[in-house]
């Protein structure tokens, strides 16, 4: 009895190709949540403005979350030869804004997330889900 042999004329699966901005925002989104950031999306905005490529947005539920997750991102993404452009916000903690050019991480506390509801204001952007 011979072992069953794999069948190699099979289709090969669809492969999407990945953007380094694309992968930049999903590295930031698991920094954000390794920080227990949450309701972590990211908004492709490539198709919207020349601005930028992608959002990420994250909500911190306190000032010290906030800080956490922002200098985790920086720090992490320096390790791998990142850095921001900008940094905003650090003074008080509502809202912190990280810029890397083609992709903009925004940390918000809750109210100002309501408040300034970026995923409505971009709604026609693809929006990925991080968990």
């Known amino acids: ?31 954000t949540l390794e920080k227990k950031c949450e309701e972590v999306k990211i908004l492709d905005v490539r198709a919207l403005t020349t601005m930028t490529d992608f959002f990420v947005i994250a909500t911190a539920d306190s000032d010290r979350k906030a800080k956490a997750a922002a200098d985790h991102v920086v720090d992490e993404l320096r390790h791998d030869g990142e850095r921001p452009l900008n940094i905003e916000g650090m003074e008080t903690m509502r809202w912190v804004l990280l810029d890397y050019v083609d992709v903009v991480v925004h940390i918000f506390m809750p109210d100002d997330r309501r408040f300034y509801d970026l995923e409505s204001l971009w709604s026609d952007a693809p929006v990925i889900t991080v968990s």
Do not use: H, S, Y
């Open 1 to 31: 009895m011979g072992a069953k042999k794999k069948d190699v004329t099979a289709a090969p699966k669809e492969v999407r190709e990945v953007e380094v901005g694309e992968l930049l925002a999903r590295r930031a989104a698991e920094l």
